[in-house]
């Protein structure tokens, strides 16, 4: 029976349960409110949740010493929870992430939001339904929360309101995205990567930074399909000038935005939106031909290694979706695994294409990507060996940066 009193999901919060939250642009803002609240009901709670950079901004291994929490990228406000020991980070890529909480995570219980049911008593998951179809069925409880702000596509996935233990009318806020500028150099690094992008294909853009700029150099395109975890509003600009293939099975997890962009979608039915075993799991990837998967990085080394995580020793973020995309891409005939990066930080001091990664871990291997693209160029280096692939790069980089980086490989490559 569906409740008007919020606060009925708190009973479900005992000491040493593992409860599932929806983030990204699912996290339900109704939740944090009540937490807030009365954070004495988290107390040695074990928290999941995938909380992203830029979109989530709520601690909740803080609300009380004893909370704790899983997740898989790190954002900022995470910091100082993960250094006193309450946060822990699982090194997972998201189909990895929907595997370890379908089952694995041993979920007790699952806290989602959804829209009004329907006629037929459906609810839907709305413009985010990355892990929460995965997480339902796997939890013991399962509590919805009613949220009407949530905008209700035409294709994402739905199921009875009867499926939940408890359900609570929650009316809030969602979470939305802004449609930011881009400086020039961002400009360049889009348009070179447009240039690389046939007609016909499948893309798939991370967020910000140049990817987040290549959807818009795509509006001469002709009959691009969308095959990602995520749109933004450049995606409708698309859209409107008929860059996207009609009829195309064009494929998302989550819609990052305006309320444009929400609206958008929905009324124009721009794409289907699914959980994470469908936007990035293997056996659904493989089948997509020209795929072209674009993501962005902190660094690249002269190996061709990229680093997405790191800022020197200083965990950022996770991994995200960028491994199964880029190995999707280098496996789909005609597609390619790109990475777009500014060639330096601190206005030209810093190098980001560099000798050596010295970030703790990998993020993407030097057998994950086709090509690199900067400001200065594009690096194809799928096919080329060591010592070209290293002259490759070292082009692309900032040529105040390019003796040092030659003299540096000159070094790695009398040691090898």
Known sequence: MTS??????????????????SGTVAEPLALRELLTRDPGRTRSVHFVSCLVPGMSDFDYAALDPTSRLTTFMMPAVLKDS?????????????SQIAAWLAG????????????????????????????????????RRAIAMINPNLPRPRRSPSMPL???????????????????????????????????????????????????????????????VIRGGMISDAYRDMAEAGALAPGGRHITGVAYGTAGLLAFAVEHDLAEFADANITHGTASLLGVEKFHAINSALEVDLLGQANIEWQGTRMVSGVGGAPDFARAAMRSP??????????????????????RLASPSVSLSRTD?????????VARIRHLDLDARAEALIAIAAPAHRESLAKAWAEMRRAM
């Open 82 to 94: 993960f250094a006193a020991g309450r946060v822990r980070h699982l090194p997972l890529c998201y």
């Open 104 to 139: 694995p995570a041993a979920l007790d219980v699952a806290i989602v939001q959804v829209t009004p049911p329907d006629a037929q008593g459906m609810v839907s998951f709305g413009t985010a339904p990355d892990f929460a179809p995965i997480v339902v069925p796997a939890a």
């Open 162 to 224: 009867s499926a939940f233990d408890v359900v609570v009318e929650a009316p809030a806020p969602i979470i939305l995205g802004s449609d930011p500028e881009v400086g020039p150099d961002v400009h360049r690094i889009a348009d070179l990567i447009a240039e690389l992008i046939p007609d016909g294909a499948a893309i798939q853009t991370g967020i910000g930074g140049a990817p987040g700029a290549v959807p818009r150099k795509l509006i001469h395109h002709r009959n691009l």
């Open 369 to 377: 990507l086709d090509v690199v693209v900067t400001e200065h160029g």
């Open 4 to 21: 008007t009193d919020p606060t009925r999901l708190l009973d479900a919060l005992q000491p040493g349960l593992n409860v599932y939250v």
């Open 334 to 355: 005609r597609g390619m695994a790109i990475i777009g990066l500014q060639s330096t930080a601190k206005a030209g001091a810093i190098t980001r294409i560099v000798p």
